[in-house]
């Protein structure tokens, strides 16, 4: 996936029904805030939708989702093939490591905290989710911290 030009071999404004041919049907659809929907393609990848305008990607690492999280449920749902190892941009990987991934978005515009970072490119945010390398949990201070989610959003309104 390419931010702002690509996804999975599609164009951002595809419709919904231009990535079910190509991505098959999704294994749910999920009514969100709003008028918005998300398709959840396996258990680790969600396209939200506005009506018919893709508004977000998002993914997730799924090694162990707890009741904790409220997420449990994500563990039933069967993977889906080829739909994991998702890469932005041939650069941000779920998986990798935080330094990495901050080392990726060098140069642009953003800000992080202990948990979490967020990038501007090509006038879009990119929300970038840490966690703990094993279990992919909050990491206390200098626990080392892997990319577990990764949210690439689409006709946001620039910021004023």
Not at 7 to 36: C, I, K, N, W, Y
């Amino acid at each position: 996936m390419y931010s702002g030009s690509n996804v999975f071999g599609l164009a951002p404004t595809a419709s919904p029904a231009d990535f079910a041919m190509t991505l098959g049907q999704p294994s749910a659809e999920l009514p969100l805030h709003g008028e918005r929907r998300g398709l959840l393609y396996g258990n680790s990848l969600m396209l939200v939708f506005a009506g018919d305008r893709l508004r977000e990607v998002r993914c997730w690492l799924v090694p162990r989702f707890t009741g904790d999280l409220y997420l449990g449920w994500l563990q039933e749902v069967p993977a889906r093939a080829g739909l994991e190892g998702f890469v932005l941009d041939d650069r941000l990987r779920l998986g990798m490591s935080r330094e990495e991934a901050e080392s990726a978005l060098s140069g642009l515009e953003g800000s992080a905290d202990q948990n979490s970072a967020v990038a501007i490119k090509q006038e879009q945010p990119i929300w970038l989710g840490f966690g703990r390398a094993d279990n992919h949990a909050q990491a206390e201070d200098g626990e080392p911290q892997v990319l577990v989610s990764l949210t690439v959003h689409f006709d946001a309104q620039p910021a004023r």
